[in-house]
């Protein structure tokens, strides 16, 4: 069973930075697709970002462009997430997810609004941006 556990995150002041970590344990498949979601309080859960198995495609959602990056090590089993120029509307709780695809899909990632394509979840880390 694969497991996904998120940590990172923390309060911060507007313009600040946190990065995001994203360990998966439990792996017995080669290829598979990582994304961060986020969940403010009292809205739905919205796509941030997105990475291939190979790292060769991710997508970004237009409210973070240019400020997020996402990255992964397939050594470590780890995605990251490095948030720069934090905004107060960037809190919420942030998910990693995990969807297990086959060899043809090293280079996929699902659109940030499939959240149902993601078969794993962590439990989230807390990022409070606020002065």
């Known amino acids: 069973q694969l497991q996904l556990v998120e940590s990172g995150g923390g309060l911060v002041q507007p313009g600040g930075s946190l990065k995001l970590s994203c360990v998966l344990s439990g792996i017995t498949e080669n290829y598979y697709s990582i994304a961060w979601f986020r969940q403010a309080p009292g809205k739905g859960r919205e796509g941030v970002s997105g990475?291939?198995?190979?790292?060769?495609?991710?997508n970004y959602a237009d409210s973070v462009k240019d400020r997020f990056t996402i990255s992964r090590d397939n050594t470590k089993n780890t995605a990251y997430l490095q948030m720069n120029s934090l905004k107060p509307e960037d809190t919420g709780v942030y998910y990693c997810g995990a969807v297990i695809l086959g060899p043809g899909g090293g280079s996929r990632v699902p659109p940030l609004n499939m959240a149902e394509e993601y078969d794993y979840w962590g439990q989230g880390t807390l990022v409070v941006v606020s002065s």
């Open positions: 990475i291939s198995t190979y790292g060769d495609n991710t």
